[in-house]
């Protein structure tokens, strides 16, 4: 079956220090790929996607790169800021398994300032 | 748009009693999805309806655990009777089911129960 493999934590970084999150991932199709970032006390948010091989998604200076060859999707930022602290998840769709999504274990992050 | 919305926020109750949780999907969404997380477990699927029906309820634990969507605006997690290992942050979701796959799910904030 379909599986989200993600670098344990936490992580404890700096603010400015440069972001990297591990993810990869296993799925019978072709799936679609996704960082979703829940902060304390509230639900998950989708912070970035792709939906094929080497696209890029970005968002609030946030990136990652769909990596077929690699089956990998990781998460990086240049320079982290205290208000990044959260947990991100990384999670896959694929539309030939004919369901839902599939989350990874989840990565948490604190950044100090 | 208000996003999904999730009722009550804060559940307190005793071993024993029953416990309703409710969501309202984004209208317009054609598949809710009920999920559990735990420090011990992470974040756990539980059930997902498509078009109101449920598709997939094999992550529900056992018969205490049960799921409606009676219609595309309302869903109901129920749970009879409660034990403390229940106690979690439960969040439902919503998505609008594509040919080409499922796109992004929205969470609602999350129903915090505590049994006691």
């Known amino acids: 079956g379909n599986s989200v493999t993600q670098m344990e934590g936490p992580v404890t970084l700096s603010e400015e220090a440069f972001l990297t999150i591990n993810c990869t991932y296993t799925?019978?199709?072709?799936?679609?790929l996704f960082w979703y970032v829940q902060y304390p006390g509230e639900g998950l948010q989708l912070l970035l996607k792709?939906?094929?091989?080497?696209d890029k998604g970005s968002n609030k200076g946030f990136e990652a790169t769909y990596r077929k060859e690699t089956t990998s999707f990781h998460l990086e930022k240049g320079s982290v800021q205290v208000s990044d602290s959260a947990v991100y998840f990384c999670?896959?769709?694929?539309?030939?398994?004919?369901?839902?999504?599939?989350f990874g274990p989840g990565t948490r992050l604190s950044v100090l300032p | 748009d208000a996003g999904v919305i999730q009722s009550p926020r804060h559940e307190v109750t005793e071993m024993g009693q029953e416990v309703t949780l409710r969501c309202k999907p984004i209208?317009?969404?054609?598949?809710l999805f009920w999920y559990r997380q735990t420090m011990m477990r992470g974040l756990e699927l539980l059930i997902y309806?498509?078009?109101?029906?449920?598709?997939?309820d094999s992550g529900m634990p056992e018969d205490r655990f049960s799921a409606k969507m009676p219609n595309a605006s309302f869903s109901t997690l129920k749970i009879q009777p409660s034990e403390p290992r229940d106690s979690a942050v439960y969040f439902c979701?919503?998505?609008?089911?594509?040919?080409?796959?499922?796109?992004?799910?929205?969470f609602g904030p999350g129903t915090r129960l505590t049994v006691l």
């Open positions: 979701a919503s998505s609008l089911a594509a040919p080409q796959g499922y796109n992004e799910q929205f």
């Open positions: 799925a019978t199709g072709y799936p679609s």
């Open positions: 792709a939906t094929k091989a080497d």
């Open positions: 999670a896959l769709s694929d539309r030939n398994y004919g369901q839902n999504f599939v």
């Open positions: 209208s317009g969404h054609n598949s």
């Open positions: 309806f498509n078009n109101n029906v449920p598709i997939d």
